[in-house]
């Protein structure tokens, strides 16, 4: 009888320390996860700005396309998401203090090679099947079924899209052009490219 | 009520006699029909409709093409975006023109002229990355970190436009008024260096607007270039069995099968250029780079490994390479033939360099060291001339030939005319080091006024 009385006070007790717990870590997790709490930091402002012109946020379907869902793993990769999530806000503001000038081209390229295939297809599932839209079918193929040796990213083709800062605010269902990936980044190429002996 | 129908007929019969004249060019009897039949953007229907009325043969070509059959149209290639640099600025006022079918504003798109393999990329990435490590791409960066002519100066510009840069490839510019620098252009060079930044053009072999496969793997692909004195790879060619086969045989060649397919013994009887340099053979893949198999360097000065080639280090092994060369003899040929082969190729080899080259350099760094020879300029003494045909004209083609099975380029062509020209050299040499007389020195050589630097689009740093 005391055992059961143990019992319950230490689930009671138990519950009422990790419930409050467990709301205050969901309840700063939804609020830290908003573009709109990462544009608090003066150096990512323009990235969202920028974010906000671009058809991740406007086209005829509607989906906006949030920070997170690019930026952090997939959260089926859960304990992953939330290390990469603690880690990034922690250093962020570390570095807030300690850095003097914020390099956005430096950051641009460190986030290219954080991404993996994963986050873009977590929406962008259905590449091959597109019959009014063939384009790139041969290169779709080349990513989704790779020749061991030329494993390749999304964004080795599909790069700035979403954070060139605009003039006007892209809506996908009124572009003028019609969209294309821009090839291969030369950087990419060059990285195949044999480095020249010294002295030449 | 009877007349009317052949009254209607008849007008609509004069007026399609009317439109069919518009768009009929003389020298194509029928016109190459196209129905819109699948979808493609209206901007894409508007590049056609009117380029097949105003550059027929491109049309005709692309319709004929892969690229037309899986609905590939102008765009896909030639699009960019709006405030790209290399904009066609010109080709905006078309739209304007009502006498055009489809001039009009609302098809307007921008456009480029120059296709790069970084456009070709968005659908063909794996080509592009293997192309990107050959030394076709890099071909540029090689000859300026190599070649007398270019770092000396001693020829002009325009020798190069229409000479060196043809094959080579130009650095392409925009100039003052914002169109495609002509000194640049038109161009189709393996290496030529794209605004971009993307290396070389895939229409030196599959030219537009057809791109096809069948093309590249033909020989005549490749001999827009390589032939001549300094390296007759197409004359060799010919003149191997490999060739003689090649056009006893080629009408039963089957040379559009499909990627990854094309056969030894079945679609094609002997290889031809890319059916050892770049075809998938046996176990060995389809390269792009068609400078992967090579296990020498035959153009050289002194034959190397491609990884020790040190302007370009290859970044493959030798004998890694010379496997797959070897899997790629092994389908018509047995072991024993490509061992006495490749015994009787390295021997060749190893004369070349140690019997020939590598005394001849030490006679001419010795006459440098002398002072005899001058080293401010190339070219303007003889013996330099003697030297630079020693391994660049004959040298090149005694050891190509005997790699390349053509007994008459290997001998006659060949180590025949590197013997007397070496006896020459050294008989001349000997001459300035007895006597210690300075060698005479061209006060005359002509057109030696090109740019002696370096592009920087080539060499950033």
């Given at each position: 009888m005391k055992r059961h009385i143990i019992a319950a006070v230490l689930v009671g007790a138990g519950i009422l320390v990790a419930f409050p717990l467990f709301s205050m870590t969901y309840y700063t997790m939804v609020r830290t996860s908003t573009p709109e709490f990462c544009a608090?930091?003066?150096?990512?402002?323009?990235?969202?700005?920028?974010?906000?012109?671009?058809t991740h946020t406007n086209n005829a379907v509607g989906v906006v396309v949030d920070c997170m869902d690019c930026h952090l793993p997939a959260p089926h990769r859960t304990f992953d998401f939330f290390f990469s999530k603690t880690y990034h806000g922690a250093k962020d503001v570390v570095k807030h203090f300690l850095i003097d000038e914020y390099d956005r081209e430096k950051n641009r390229q460190a986030a290219y090679a954080s991404f993996t295939n994963e986050e873009c297809q977590k929406c962008h599932r259905s590449l091959?099947?597109?019959?009014?839209?063939?384009?790139?079918?041969?290169?779709?193929?080349?990513?989704?079924?790779?020749?061991?040796?030329?494993?390749?990213?999304?964004?080795?083709?599909?790069y700035d899209l979403v954070h060139d800062d605009k003039a006007q605010v892209m809506f996908r269902q009124y572009r003028k052009t019609p969209y294309q990936a821009k090839g291969l980044r030369v950087e990419r190429l060059e990285m195949q490219r044999p480095q020249p002996a010294k002295g030449v | 009520m009877r007349k009317?129908?052949?009254?209607?007929?008849?007008?609509?019969?004069?007026?399609?006699?009317?439109?069919?004249?518009?768009a009929q060019q003389p020298n194509f009897?029928?016109?190459?029909?196209?129905?819109?039949?699948?979808?493609?953007?209206?901007?894409?229907?508007?590049?056609?409709?009117?380029?097949?009325?105003?550059?027929?043969?491109?049309?005709?070509?692309?319709?004929?093409?892969?690229?037309?059959?899986?609905?590939?149209?102008?765009?896909?290639?030639?699009?960019?975006?709006?405030?790209?640099?290399?904009?066609?600025?010109?080709?905006?006022?078309?739209?304007?023109?009502?006498?055009?079918?489809?001039?009009?504003s609302r098809y307007k798109v921008p456009i480029a002229s120059i296709v790069t393999p970084k456009d070709c990329s968005r659908c063909h990435p794996d080509e592009t990355t293997q192309y990107s490590r050959s030394k076709h791409a890099n071909t540029l960066e090689i000859i300026w970190k190599l070649d007398p002519w270019l770092n000396k100066g001693m020829n002009s510009d325009n020798e190069r436009k229409t000479?060196?840069?043809?094959?080579?490839?130009?650095?392409?510019?925009?100039?003052?008024?914002?169109?495609?620098?002509?000194?640049?252009?038109?161009?189709?060079?393996?290496?030529?260096?794209?605004?971009?930044?993307?290396?070389?053009?895939?229409?030196?072999?599959?030219?537009?607007?057809?791109f096809s496969v069948a093309e590249a793997r033909m020989p005549e692909a490749c001999d827009q270039c390589h032939l001549g004195p300094d390296h007759p790879q197409i004359e060799i060619y010919e003149e191997s069995k490999h060739g003689t086969m090649y056009h006893a045989y080629k009408d039963e060649y089957n040379f559009n099968a499909a990627g990854g397919t094309w056969t030894a013994g079945i679609d094609y009887?002997?290889?031809?250029?890319?059916?050892?340099?770049?075809?998938?053979?046996?176990?060995?893949?389809?390269?792009?780079?068609?400078?992967?198999?090579?296990?020498?360097?035959?153009?050289?000065?002194?034959?190397?490994?491609?990884?020790?080639?040190?302007?370009?280090?290859?970044?493959?092994?030798?004998?890694?390479?010379?496997?797959?060369?070897?899997?790629?003899?092994?389908?018509?040929?047995?072991?024993?033939?490509?061992?006495?082969?490749?015994?009787?190729?390295?021997?060749?080899?190893?004369?070349?360099?140690?019997?020939?080259?590598?005394?001849?350099?030490?006679?001419?760094?010795?006459?440098?060291?002398?002072?005899?020879?001058?080293?401010?300029?190339?070219?303007?003494?003889?013996?330099?001339?003697?030297?630079?045909?020693?391994?660049?004209?004959?040298?090149?083609?005694?050891?190509?030939?005997?790699?390349?099975?053509?007994?008459?380029?290997?001998?006659w062509h060949g180590f025949y005319e590197v013997k007397f020209r070496f006896a020459n050299f050294m008989e001349e040499s000997r001459h300035l080091i007895e006597t210690g007389q300075k060698a005479y020195v061209a006060k005359d050589f002509p057109n030696a006024t090109g740019n002696t630097e370096r592009p920087k689009e080539v060499f950033p740093e």
């Open positions: 608090s930091c003066h150096e990512i402002k323009p990235a969202v700005m920028a974010w906000r012109a671009s091959l099947t597109m019959p009014h839209n063939r384009g790139a079918m041969r290169a779709h193929r080349s990513v989704l079924y790779a020749r061991a040796g030329y494993e390749k990213k999304c964004i080795d083709c599909h | 009317m129908p052949f009254a209607v007929c008849l007008g609509a019969s004069l007026l399609m006699i009317g439109g069919s004249a518009v009897p029928k016109v190459k029909e196209y129905r819109i039949e699948r979808n493609i953007p209206p901007e894409a229907q508007a590049c056609i409709e009117c380029h097949r009325a105003a550059t027929p043969g491109i049309f005709a070509d692309w319709a004929k093409s892969r690229h037309a059959n899986a609905n590939i149209t102008c765009l896909d290639c030639h699009l960019v975006q709006p405030g790209d640099v290399d904009i066609a600025k010109g080709h905006e006022k078309y739209y304007g023109r009502s006498d055009l079918p489809y001039g009009e000479g060196c840069f043809n094959c080579h490839g130009t650095v392409i510019a925009i100039d003052a008024k914002g169109s495609i620098d002509p000194t640049t252009w038109p161009n189709a060079g393996v290496g030529r260096l794209n605004l971009d930044g993307s290396k070389g053009s895939c229409t030196s072999c599959h030219t537009r607007h057809r009887r002997a290889p031809t250029c890319a059916g050892c340099h770049m075809s998938g053979s046996g176990k060995v893949f389809t390269t792009h780079d068609v400078t992967e198999r090579l296990s020498w360097e035959t153009q050289a000065p002194l034959t190397v490994r491609p990884q020790d080639f040190k302007p370009f280090p290859a970044q493959t092994d030798w004998q890694t390479e010379r496997g797959k060369m070897r899997d790629v003899c092994r389908q018509c040929h047995g072991d024993s033939w490509i061992d006495d082969f490749y015994a009787g190729f390295d021997k060749a080899v190893e004369e070349y360099n140690e019997v020939y080259f590598k005394p001849a350099k030490a006679m001419l760094d010795e006459l440098y060291a002398k002072g005899l020879l001058d080293k401010t300029k190339f070219f303007d003494e003889r013996l330099e001339v003697e030297f630079y045909e020693l391994w660049h004209h004959e040298g090149r083609r005694a050891r190509m030939g005997a790699m390349m099975m053509a007994p008459d380029y290997a001998w």
